[in-house]
């Protein structure tokens, strides 16, 4: 079976303290307790954290975490992996035990990204406690999203597809250089899914090693998001992109730009595919807002 959906996100950070705050005050997530006390982890719902901040001279993604339903299955995707002559790395009994899951294993997507499968999560049974929203939407559609960068669209498109097991739901193109000719080029901005939300990776062709564009959280209602505005203005956080509606799936939200550049996109009402659809081109990104004011520096 194919990844079922995006499970944690391990990011490198220069400033652990700024995230902090970030994390808590601005998203808020619920600091808690893990295996390493110089890092940072963050619950969103019964999973034991899905956020994790690790101290770097550098500030990059360590991890992309997508979930496997089991052991079996963990080895037939291995096995898809390794056939494209990706190196796969297994990850330690410490590795795992810092991840709350049973077994974990690590290798680059073709644009370099850090990618790990996991399965056996092990569940957090207390309440989760996020004073600041009033709930996230994860259960079958897992953590939320990614966009990340790929130097070769197309590769990354099969690997993703053919051998993740993703599905495309929708593109866009974008402009490319112009052929000599003087012909107008397009690359195809990918969006696929693995669960019932739109999408959980999005596939931005881009020149140079791959990179987290941003990632998004879904909240439970518009007053999450409207008080996460609120929030963002206090703390004079960089506004990436104004409230607005997507085409695609329809999320109502904002996008903020957090410590290290990393962006965060906060939403609401995103789209719940039930029923699968041919796929089909947006040819603008979205219905209402979503106006540029800033770009990270990332």
């Given at each position: ?33 893990g295996d390493t006390s110089e890092y940072s982890y963050f619950r969103i719902d019964d999973h034991p954290h899905r956020l994790v901040v690790i101290p770097s001279a550098q500030s990059s993604v360590e991890a992309i975490g997508f979930q496997v339903s089991g052991p079996e299955e963990m080895d037939l995707m291995v096995a898809a992996v390794e056939a494209t002559g990706t190196k796969v790395t297994v990850l330690d009994q410490s590795a795992c035990r810092d991840r709350r ?198």
């Amino acid at each position: 079976m194919p990844v079922q959906s995006l499970g944690y996100i391990r990011i490198a950070a220069e400033d652990v303290d700024a995230w902090n705050r970030f994390a808590v005050d601005f998203l808020g997530l619920e600091a808690v307790k893990g295996d390493t006390s110089e890092y940072s982890y963050f619950r969103i719902d019964d999973h034991p954290h899905r956020l994790v901040v690790i101290p770097s001279a550098q500030s990059s993604v360590e991890a992309i975490g997508f979930q496997v339903s089991g052991p079996e299955e963990m080895d037939l995707m291995v096995a898809a992996v390794e056939a494209t002559g990706t190196k796969v790395t297994v990850l330690d009994q410490s590795a795992c035990r810092d991840r709350r899951v049973t077994a974990a294993v690590t290798f680059d997507d073709p644009g370099g990204n850090p990618v790990e499968l996991f399965w056996g999560v092990a569940l957090a049974h207390r309440p989760v406690n996020t004073p600041k929203v009033s709930s996230f939407v994860t259960g079958d559609q897992g953590m939320g999203h990614v966009v990340l960068t790929v130097a070769d669209g197309q590769a990354a498109y099969r690997f993703y597809t053919e051998t993740l097991g993703f599905r495309p739901r929708n593109t866009m193109r974008l402009p490319a250089a112009p052929a000599a000719d003087g012909t107008p080029q397009f690359e195809t901005l990918w969006f696929l899914g693995c669960n019932p939300r739109h999408h959980t990776v999005g596939l931005l062709p881009m020149a140079g090693p791959g990179r987290l564009i941003h990632f998004m959280l879904e909240a439970a209602t518009l007053d999450d998001v409207g008080r996460a505005w609120d929030r963002a203005e206090k703390m004079e956080l960089p506004i990436m992109q104004t409230l607005g509606r997507h085409t695609n799936d329809h999320m109502v939200s904002f996008y903020v730009i957090g410590p290290g550049g990393f962006v965060v996109e906060v939403g609401y009402d995103g789209l719940r595919v039930t029923e699968e659809v041919p796929v089909y081109e947006i040819t603008e990104g979205e219905f209402w807002g979503h106006k540029f004011i800033n770009f990270p520096t990332l």
